[in-house]
């Protein structure tokens, strides 16, 4: 992933051209329940240019996806954001308790909700206090 410099304020981006390497694989955990999935994602998020009055980028972020498939067409996954992050140029964490409930209503269109908290932060290096969305998937 790759990501521009577009925004116009400070607070609405960090202003510098950011590299997203990702790795990340799956396995099936039938064992705790038929269809359940663990998906461990790793992200390391740097920057390669930009505007030099902002702080260069250095962080690791980590997704633990536990996906669990429940009756109806509902599944509930723990953790579905990369929201885990290390940041290394200043050596700080934030840790996230994150939970989306989705249901696919028809073969081709599913709804999800997410509520996500954090559970640990460094001073000064907090993402969000609270985060809730909703999303809308069309397959194909």
């Given at each position: 992933?790759?990501?521009?410099?577009?925004?116009?304020?400070?607070?609405?981006?960090?202003?510098?051209?950011?590299?997203?390497?990702?790795?990340?694989?799956?396995?099936?955990?039938?064992?705790?329940?038929?269809?359940?999935?663990?998906?461990?994602?790793?992200?390391?998020?740097?920057?390669?240019?930009?505007?030099?009055?902002?702080?260069?980028?250095?962080?690791?972020?980590?997704?633990?996806?536990?996906?669990?498939?429940?009756?109806?067409?509902?599944?509930?996954?723990?953790?579905?954001?990369?929201?885990?992050?290390?940041?290394?140029?200043d050596?700080?964490?934030?840790?996230?308790?994150?939970?989306?409930?989705?249901?696919?209503?028809?073969?081709?269109?599913?709804?999800?909700?997410?509520?996500?908290?954090?559970?640990?932060?460094?001073?000064?290096?907090?993402?969000?206090d609270?985060?809730?969305?909703?999303?809308?998937?069309?397959y194909?």
């Amino acid at each position: 992933q790759v990501i521009l410099p577009t925004a116009t304020e400070d607070q609405m981006g960090k202003g510098k051209v950011q590299l997203l390497p990702t790795i990340a694989w799956k396995t099936a955990m039938n064992r705790v329940c038929k269809g359940s999935l663990f998906i461990p994602l790793l992200r390391y998020v740097f920057d390669i240019g930009g505007s030099d009055s902002r702080s260069h980028i250095s962080e690791l972020q980590v997704n633990p996806i536990f996906h669990i498939p429940l009756p109806d067409g509902w599944s509930v996954r723990l953790w579905s954001s990369p929201d885990f992050k290390y940041n290394f140029m200043d050596n700080k964490w934030f840790i996230p308790a994150d939970v989306v409930a989705s249901r696919k209503l028809t073969k081709r269109f599913g709804i999800a909700f997410q509520l996500a908290a954090p559970i640990y932060h460094s001073e000064d290096f907090k993402a969000y206090d609270w985060k809730a969305e909703t999303r809308f998937g069309f397959y194909y």
